[in-house]
């Protein structure tokens, strides 16, 4: 495989997996419950029994942030699976039909992607409250549009080559033309957005935690427990340090794949997917 | 001239497309604002009289038709909470953010243009490599945790700027003090995009023809690369600041409710909490219109910037 000889896919692949393992393995290596409270042993320093020391209500913060890494890895993936279905859909219409389909869906696609997408989550979760499902559907559907442009800039490109000519010239209908020729030829650089999409849906929902607005108090996510420590961010640092650092690993992770898989694909897909960063 | 006008009817369509998705899309997600907004125990009557205040009971296109007319005279709905208009209290909140989203914009492009122009020039070199790796992390961090990190570092330990709020009393230079870390955090976290977008954008430049030519025909590097490689880098590098601009507002909100100062993401804030969803929607129509504002201007740069854009 070419793209593991990058250095940075690499990286990203390894710790990814390592995540994974983490977020399958919580109830195994977590050495409490995330939510076992003990009152008599509220924001203690780090010790042999608590190794990140615990929260306000005695909650071991290092089970909260294995426990949080599921979360975290359930949003990338379901906000992922989401905005790359809608997107590619509404992106291979737009692009292959063209016509006055493609010129309504460009222009609320354009419309879409001046709403800043954090906001956009936000507003949603503001009038149908919050649970991880709201945030979930709130964040896909802030990069949905993403999706959908590059999409249909990908679809452009390979509409007007010649076998997808032939094929149509030998009498392929269109559903199996696109399902054939123009997604799979789309996969990779549309993947390559989606990788960044999971990466800022980590971000956004742990901003929405954050504000008290994402996945409820006291459900175990890296943003509940930035949030839990705020207040006793003199007193106990590491309660907020330690989980942010674990979302920027993801993070970071995800952005590696992210530039691996551009770096490795054709060079000219280096602009188009820089410009919906 | 014509390209002014055709922008301008480009801008009003794309404003009307803002209205009327901000309006869709809070009705789209199934349940009752109205249910929400008075909790589970509401009674029936305080449900009908709350849909009936909102409009909620008449046919959806209805509900649209009144809320676009509203919209084009500046009637957004007033707040649930404070009952004035929402427009009044948008403005009211609008100065304190506008100077921490300009502010931290500056930082960003001071040093995320710079840093990106020099890593496309010393591509592979230890330096490019030490930049980027920062600058990933710099994406990677939730812009909130830096911004408690820098608390934590610059006000409770060096004691250098103050951690809370934006000086109501107080001359320039108190004003001025309450922002260095607010600005900074949040041009730091938006400079790491900026960086990696225009060392790409360069990079790609870099990589042309013409550029080609300069190098064999002479032209020193230094020139090449800060004279005719950034000249055409230019407009990919306006385009770059357009889209970070939508991204630092939605983190200006995150840098608001961190230092607890006031501006229009803690309006937001305050009234998701009240569930004050008018206001919610009003705000995010207004930010929305600010980015399409920002970058319909950034769109007659480019003219400027690119003469060959200006004919088209």
Redesign the interface.
């Given at each position: 495989m070419r793209y593991f000889r990058h250095p940075g896919f690499l990286i990203g692949v390894i710790l990814l997996t390592l995540l994974l393992i983490v977020a399958v393995a919580a109830p195994w290596i977590a050495p409490m419950s995330p939510l076992e409270t003990d009152l008599a042993n509220t924001l203690a320093p780090p010790s042999a029994a608590h190794l990140l020391g615990t929260d306000q209500f005695g909650r071991d913060v290092l089970s909260r942030l294995i426990w949080g890494t599921r979360i975290s890895l359930q949003v990338a993936v379901a906000v992922m699976a989401l905005s790359l279905s809608l997107g590619m859909v509404i992106g291979a219409v737009a692009g292959f039909f063209g016509g006055w389909v493609e010129r309504v869906t460009v222009?609320?696609i354009?419309?879409?992607?001046?709403?800043?997408?954090?906001?956009?989550a936000?507003?949603?979760?503001?009038?149908?409250?919050s649970s991880l499902e709201?945030v979930i559907?709130a964040v896909a559907?802030a990069f949905t549009p993403r999706v959908a442009a590059v999409m249909r800039a990908v679809v452009l490109t390979i509409k007007p080559r010649t076998y997808v000519e032939a094929s149509r010239a030998i009498g392929m209908g269109t559903m199996r033309l696109l399902f054939l020729h123009v997604v799979p030829n789309s996969l990779p650089p549309v993947i390559v957005v989606a990788t960044v999409s999971a990466?800022t849906a980590i971000?956004a929902e742990?901003?929405l935690s954050?504000?008290?607005?994402g996945v409820q108090p006291p459900a175990p996510t890296w943003?509940n427990v930035?949030a839990d420590g705020?207040s006793f961010?003199?007193s106990n640092?590491l309660i907020?340090?330690s989980?942010?650092i674990c979302?920027?690993v993801m993070?970071?992770a995800l952005?590696?794949l992210g530039d691996g898989l551009r770096d490795t694909l054709d060079p000219q897909m280096?602009?188009s997917s820089?410009?919906?960063? | 001239m014509d390209r002014l006008l055709r922008q301008l009817s480009q801008l009003a369509?794309?404003v009307f497309?803002?209205v009327?998705?901000?309006f869709f899309?809070?009705r789209m997600?199934?349940?009752d604002?109205a249910q929400?907004m008075l909790g589970d125990y509401a009674t029936e009557e305080a449900l009908a009289t709350l849909r009936a205040q909102l409009g909620l009971d008449q046919p959806v296109y209805v509900q649209y038709g009144l809320y676009v007319l509203r919209a084009v005279t500046g009637d957004f709905g007033s707040s649930v909470v404070t009952g004035r208009p929402a427009l009044e209290e948008i403005l009211f909140s609008l100065p304190d953010s506008a100077i921490l989203a300009f502010a931290g914009l500056v930082v960003a492009v001071v040093i995320g243009i710079p840093l990106g122009i020099l890593t496309a020039e010393r591509q592979g070199s230890w330096s490019d490599m030490l930049i980027m790796i920062v600058a990933?992390?710099g994406?990677?961090?939730?812009?909130?945790?830096l911004g408690?990190?820098s608390?934590?570092l610059f006000s409770?330990e060096l004691k250098w700027f103050p951690a809370l709020g934006a000086s109501s009393g107080g001359g320039l230079l108190t004003h001025l003090h309450h922002l260095v870390l607010p600005a900074g955090v949040l041009g730091i976290s938006v400079a790491a995009?900026i960086t990696?977008?225009t060392r790409?954008?360069m990079?790609?430049v870099l990589g042309q023809d013409c550029i080609r030519v300069a190098r064999a025909m002479g032209v020193p590097e230094r020139r090449v690369v800060w004279r005719l490689a950034l000249k055409n880098a230019l407009v990919?590098i306006l385009?770059i600041v357009g889209?970070t601009f939508?991204?630092s507002?939605?983190?200006a909100?995150?840098i608001e409710?961190v230092f607890s100062r006031p501006g229009i993401g803690s309006m937001?804030?305050k009234?998701?909490?009240a569930?004050d969803?008018q206001l919610?929607?009003a705000g995010?129509l207004v930010?929305?219109v600010a980015?399409?504002l920002v970058?319909s201007l950034l769109d007659l740069a480019y003219g400027l910037v690119d003469p060959r854009l200006s004919t088209r």
């Open positions: 222009s609320i354009d419309i879409l992607l001046a709403f800043p997408g954090f906001l956009l936000l507003a949603l979760v503001a009038a149908r409250g709201t559907i559907l990466a971000l742990a901003g954050f504000l008290g607005l943003g930035i705020q961010l003199a640092p907020s340090l989980a942010g979302i920027a993070v970071v952005n590696l280096r602009r820089g410009r919906v960063l | 369509i794309t497309g803002i009327t998705v901000t899309l809070v997600i199934p349940g604002p929400y990933l992390f994406i990677s961090f939730p812009v909130f945790w408690l990190a608390v934590l409770q995009y990696r977008l790409s954008a990079l790609e990919p385009a889209v939508a991204w507002l939605g983190s909100i995150l409710v937001i804030l009234a998701v909490s569930r969803y919610v929607q995010v930010l929305a980015v399409v970058n």
